[in-house]
Structures are given as structure tokens and as C-alpha cells.
């Protein structure tokens, strides 16, 4: 069974919930023998990523996109109730991301800051 909850915190407090959860074994039969199972936890985060504008390109670099696949129905509920807009993907981008065989990162939209009267960002 998969069971999806949303669990809001401090980030010591969530790291708390997450260990005590995979610290949890529960019985389980299969082919006549019995073992026992580690809870397995999945986690979905959402971050906002706040940075000066003209370095979305880089940032896209950094986090090297994956195709939203089997998370699709939840990028596009998630962007409509926030309200983003679509992020265009430069063709033949390349990454800076080294390590991401155990992470996926999948876009959601993106919202523009406002400025100020002197032409500075408002982060």
C-alpha cells in the first residue's frame, strides 16, 4: 500500500518524524516465510528556489530537470493552485549537476519578482 501525506515543520522536527518512520520494521508473509519489512518513506518536497532572474538558466544547469513521467497530474494541480507559469527549457542545455542518480527534480512553474522604483529585484 502506498499512503501520501503532507507533513509541515521544522526541518530537525520532519527529519525526526522521517527516522522514527524508517526506524519501524512490520511483519510480512511472503511464500509461506515471514520477515520483517523497514517502512520505506518516499519523500515529495517542494522548494522554492528564490535567485536573481537573469540566472534561471544557471540554476536550470544546477538542477538538471527530469521529465515530469509519472508525477505529471501533480506538476500541473500543483502549478495551477500556485499559480506559476510554464519554464522554457534552452535546447541542448547542458547540467552542473555531478550526483542525481537517487534524485529526481521535476518543474513545477516559476512566479517573477517584483522590482523596485530603482530597477532592483525584490526577492
Not at 48 to 74: C, D, Q, T, Y
Request: charged share 30%; glycine share 6%; net charge positive.
Amino acid at each position: 500500500m502506498h499512503l501520501y501525506v503532507v507533513a509541515r515543520g521544522i526541518a530537525d522536527a520532519i527529519n525526526r518524524f522521517e527516522n522514527n518512520m524508517l526506524a519501524r520494521f512490520l511483519p510480512y508473509k511472503k511464500e509461506g516465510k515471514e520477515y520483517l519489512l523497514q517502512i520505506s518513506m518516499r519523500p515529495v518536497r517542494i522548494y522554492e528556489i528564490v535567485f536573481p532572474e537573469e540566472h534561471l538558466e544557471n540554476i536550470l544547469r544546477l538542477i538538471n530537470p527530469s521529465p515530469a513521467g509519472n508525477v505529471e497530474k501533480l506538476v500541473k494541480i500543483m502549478k495551477r493552485m500556485l499559480g506559476l507559469k510554464t519554464v522554457k527549457i534552452p535546447k541542448g542545455m547542458k547540467t552542473d549537476m555531478t550526483v542525481k542518480s537517487d534524485v529526481s527534480v521535476h518543474l513545477i512553474g516559476y512566479r517573477k519578482d517584483k522590482y523596485a522604483k530603482d530597477g532592483t529585484e525584490l526577492l
